[in-house]
């Protein structure tokens, strides 16, 4: 790992209060995390701990009460600063941030290869071009024999590779994977787990997994534990795939 | 770029045929539609021209028979329906007192007869007299002459003469005036048995009574009839021909007759006569038509349609009737020119009863004139021909 | 950019199509009830365009012939046809009554014409089949409506009618189907009664003692003649010279003849306002009804159709799809489905038009309102489902 890079993702103290006064939750309580390109960490913790609480801040959905974010070494929030730095949270989730599902969601109305491209289009790139890129990530995640199916011929491991697909559509450097082994057998759980480990490799992106599954924690070099609105951070057994 | 899937190529050609049906169903139905008419051309026919008329059954002579004088009506021997001959005594009115007169009068003539009886005999008397004085005053004066009487005597049979001969003149006189009054006497009496004959109403003709118009015992005016008679060999039609269509009527037409009674069969007949005043208010003319064999038993009265047939008029440029349209206040007709409509106008003649109608001048034979049409037709529209507008019944 | 709305059109065709035609015929309902509504003035517009007069001249105070009954000696045209300006006049008789044909009664309106000239005032302007009135009795042109046949024989009251000649759109104010007599036969029919009423009639002069004198023989059959003439008519049609003014002629008609005279935009007014106010009015309403329900289920549609796709719409959200590009997606599908309703309802209209009883006019401007209305009721409608879709939180794709 090399840690002398500028780190895909780095939090400090990142809060989350949710409603005021005497009825105030604080769900997140100062939480650091820095991930790096090319790793997969997990995230984990028991319910209500913080976990969805943290993974809709990092993915600029709900705007934290305090703290610090960077993105690939740029800050795109700071709690004493005003909050976020961009008033278009939706660009910078389709440019920067990728999606991974419990389910994989993908648009039933549009055909394999259109649901990868939907992103650049989304980002302005012209239809051809968009739809080379989803045919190459197709490629690489070994489905590109379905490019042209429909949603509902695909089984849901197919599925799976689809949605991971589409989250790397944009070159995103981080990518949120929010229980994507929770509905899989054991095996194919764990081919999920290589295949976001080869693509962190391979595209140079970070990925958080957030999980609660027990076959798969074995397999991250490196953890969270997210506990009353706490992360700590401790090394994985890094099994080998 | 892929291909288009063929559920997409179907739902095209779906879409396709569905904007096919749409365009077809406002191109066809709509307001937006193309005229629909149809098409014939003028050419030179042989026009058989009718007038058509309502008439009645009338008969030509109507007897109305009434007495002459006010009176009571004593018997009526015939009724509606029967036939009665010339002469034949149909009703007599009640004498009253005529008898009784007719009995005085031959008494006043017996008298007067009688009278002049009389007188011839005072004439002879007198006759017989003057002589007898005439020679007795011849002898008197034979005898004065001789002086065997006076002067006086003489005188005195002379005057005696005289008057003997006024007196037989006076009796010629007397019995004159006597015949003269026998003779009234008698003319008085010929008079009560023509006025008798009067009250006996007889008929003029052979002919069928109509109407019994009163019964025994009523009283009727003078002038007022009793019964009808008409002569059934007379019975017409009177006709009546509108105005507007009445040129041509004239004497010696051949007319087709439909009774009321019997429709489906036509009678032939012809125009006898035409009146020469028509009636004004009703716009109508009258023409008076025989009925050529007459089946019987036809009501007078009964109505009647008539159709009269005026000379054909041969080689006349003709187009169907429901061709000629008024444009403004111009007759015409719509010609078909290059499938669109042109108007032009034309002066139209006699038209036939089957429909066509002679084209006078604006058109030349084998021109294409539009007949019927969906819509009125405007300049310069576009139409489409077909061979008929309605569909014919099944 | 691909078009999300044509890809969930395609997607879900079907569901769609079903909808759009569903929608298609509730617009067709509508659409047809516009065409009632223009066939009810058209009726009254016929009614005074193909009558061909310029002029109605009709009884002093009345809004006579059609909207009321008016009757005038049939000579009065005499004094019109005089009158500077006047080209043509016509005596007309008009009188709706029932006529029996095939074992049915239906309504009618007869119309006596003058018929000793071609296309006098008064006769249709167009056949369809078969010759214009020759004969001056007993015969006669019906509208193809009172589905009589060429040839046919029709019993109008005392006499039978042959029908010779056919024409189409010819109908009264209601929507009858007109019969087309000779004007004298019209009077007969109209002023002569059946048997039973001329005996009665002539048994109640005769028992007037004024009019059945001892001593007067020929008074009685005088008056029962009298009785029996019809010389009336309920209109003088008019027509003008080019050049003259209508207004001018009819104001010297109402002036000097003590006759009312209508020009024929005041016929109109007289039809289409006052003869069918109500009727229309009703249709009217129903009208606005119609196009209530009819926004009403597009936007309910709409709003269903969006609602199903909340999980979609969180998940272009979250992936960073703008509200713009959700928007117009919602927006084409509601267009889309109001084009398809559109077409749908006014190919409908166009078939069922044919088959209602009175007519149904389906004018191409209507048309093109209705599309305008129609498309402006799909953007409308959409607005409450772009509300709700906008409303929709990208949070919801994450987690629960």
């Not at chain 1, 429909?150 to 689809?162: A, F, M, T």
């Amino acid at each position: 790992m090399d840690k002398t890079s500028i780190p895909a993702i780095r939090i400090e103290g990142l809060m989350k209060r949710y409603g005021t006064g005497d009825a105030a939750v604080d769900a997140l309580k100062g939480v650091d995390m820095t991930v790096w390109p090319g790793e997969v960490v997990g995230l984990i913790g028991p319910s209500g701990s913080g976990k969805t609480t943290l993974l809709k801040c990092l993915g600029a959905v709900i705007e934290p009460t305090g703290g610090h974010m960077q993105l690939s070494g740029e800050t795109i929030y700071d709690g004493k600063d005003g909050g976020w730095r961009t008033g278009d949270l939706r660009a910078l989730r389709r440019d920067r941030i990728g999606f991974v599902f419990q389910a994989p969601y993908l648009i039933p109305f549009l055909d394999v290869t259109d649901n990868v491209a939907l992103l650049p289009m989304l980002a302005g790139i012209d239809n051809a071009a968009a739809r080379k890129r989803a045919l190459e990530l197709l490629t690489a995640l070994d489905v590109a024999h379905r490019a042209g199916a429909q949603v509902s011929q695909l089984s849901g491991g197919e599925q799976q590779r689809v949605a991971i697909a589409r989250s790397l559509a944009n070159h995103a450097p981080i990518i949120l994977a929010d229980e994507p082994t929770a509905p899989l057998d054991s095996e194919r759980a764990l081919t999920v787990i290589r295949i976001l480990n080869d693509m962190a490799v391979q595209y140079q992106t970070a990925i958080i997994v957030v999980t609660h599954d027990e076959k798969i924690i074995p397999t991250f070099k490196r953890i969270y534990h997210i506990r009353d609105g706490r992360t700590h951070e401790e090394a994985g057994e890094g099994r080998p795939l | 770029m892929k291909l288009p899937s063929r559920r997409a190529l179907a739902l095209g050609l779906a879409a396709l045929l569905f904007l096919a049906g749409f365009g077809w169903l406002v191109a066809t139905q709509g307001p937006l539609a193309r005229v629909k008419v149809t098409v014939a051309k003028a050419g030179e026919t042989t026009l058989d021209r009718t007038l058509f008329g309502i008439g009645t059954v009338e008969a030509r002579r109507s007897y109305a028979i009434g007495p002459t004088v006010a009176g009571r009506v004593a018997a009526v021997l015939v009724d509606h329906g029967e036939a009665v001959t010339a002469g034949q005594l149909l009703a007599e009115m009640d004498p009253v007192d005529l008898e009784a007169r007719q009995a005085a009068g031959s008494a006043t003539a017996a008298r007067a007869g009688q009278l002049v009886a009389s007188a011839q005999a005072a004439l002879a008397e007198a006759g017989s007299r003057a002589r007898l004085a005439q020679a007795s005053s011849e002898r008197y004066a034979d005898l004065r002459r001789k002086s065997f009487v006076s002067q006086e005597a003489a005188d005195a049979k002379v005057h005696e003469a005289a008057a003997a001969q006024a007196g037989q003149e006076a009796a010629a006189a007397a019995l004159a005036a006597a015949k003269d009054e026998a003779r009234r006497a008698q003319s008085d009496l010929a008079g009560l048995g023509k006025s008798r004959a009067h009250l006996r109403l007889v008929s003029p003709v052979d002919g069928i009574v109509t109407a019994r118009l009163a019964e025994p015992g009523s009283t009727v005016v003078a002038g007022q009839s009793v019964v009808q008679v008409i002569d059934p060999a007379t019975l017409w039609l009177r006709v009546r021909i509108d105005q507007g269509r009445s040129a041509g009527l004239a004497v010696g037409l051949p007319v087709d007759i439909a009774l009321r009674s019997r429709p489906g069969q036509m009678l032939k007949g012809r125009v006898e006569r035409v009146d020469l005043v028509g009636d004004a208010v009703a716009e109508e003319r009258i023409a008076n038509v025989s009925l050529g064999e007459a089946p019987g038993n036809q009501a007078i009265g009964e109505l009647a349609e008539a159709t009269l047939h005026l000379p054909p008029a041969a080689k006349a440029l003709a187009v169907p009737a429901a061709a000629v349209k008024r444009v403004g206040t111009e007759n015409g007709v719509w010609r078909l020119v290059e499938g669109r409509a042109r108007f032009a106008a034309v002066s139209t003649g006699p038209a036939s009863a089957d429909g066509m109608v002679q084209v006078l001048n604006g058109l030349a034979a084998g021109d294409a004139v539009i007949v019927h049409s969906n819509r009125t037709l405007t300049p310069d529209l576009r139409v489409n021909v077909v061979d008929t507008l309605v569909k014919a019944a099944p | 950019m691909i078009n999300l709305a044509g890809r969930d059109i395609l997607h879900g065709w079907g569901k769609f199509l079903f909808t759009g035609v569903g929608l298609g015929l509730l617009i067709g309902v509508t659409l047809s009830m516009a065409g009632i509504y223009r066939g009810m003035v058209d009726d009254g517009q016929v009614l005074i365009d193909n009558s061909g007069a310029d002029l109605w001249v009709v009884q002093q105070g009345t809004l006579g012939p059609y909207a009321e009954p008016s009757s005038i000696r049939d000579d009065v045209w005499r004094g019109i046809a005089g009158l500077p300006g006047v080209a043509e006049t016509g005596n007309a008789a008009y009188l709706t009554m029932q006529i029996e044909h095939a074992g049915k009664e239906s309504r009618a309106m007869v119309v006596g014409m003058e018929v000793d000239r071609p296309n006098r005032p008064g006769a249709p302007a167009y056949l369809t089949a078969g010759r214009p009135v020759l004969a001056g009795h007993y015969e006669a042109i019906a509208d193809e409506l009172a589905k009589f046949k060429l040839g046919e024989r029709v019993r109008i009251r005392r006499h039978e009618y042959e029908i010779v000649g056919l024409t189409r759109r010819m109908v009264s104010s209601s929507g009858d189907p007109m019969i087309f007599v000779p004007l004298k036969d019209a009077q007969e029919i109209q002023f002569l009664k059946d048997n039973d009423a001329l005996l009665n009639e002539r048994a109640r002069t005769a028992a007037n003692p004024a009019f059945n004198r001892p001593g007067v023989p020929g008074l009685l059959e005088a008056v029962q003649a009298a009785n029996a003439q019809s010389r009336m008519v309920n209109a003088v049609l008019v027509r003008l010279e080019a050049n003259a003014d209508p207004e001018a002629v009819a104001a010297e008609i109402r002036r000097w003849k003590r006759l009312q005279a209508y020009t024929k935009v005041q016929m109109e007014d007289i039809l289409v306002a006052k003869l069918i106010a109500t009727s229309s009015r009703q249709i009217a309403m129903f009208l606005v009804i119609l196009s209530v329900v009819t926004a009403a289920i597009v936007a309910f549609i709409i709003y269903t159709m969006t609602l199903a796709k909340v999980r979609e719409i969180a998940v272009l959200k979250l992936i960073g799809a703008r509200n713009r590009t959700i928007a117009g997606m919602i927006l084409q599908q509601a267009l889309g489905l109001g084009l398809i309703g559109f077409f749908v309802g006014r190919l409908a209209a166009g078939l069922w038009a044919p088959v209602f009883p009175k007519y149904v006019l389906l004018l191409p401007g209507d048309a093109l309102r209705g599309f305008a209305i129609v498309m402006a009721i799909c953007a409308l409608a959409s607005v409450v489902a772009i509300r709700a879709a906008l409303a929709i939180d990208p949070a919801e794709a994450i987690g629960g």
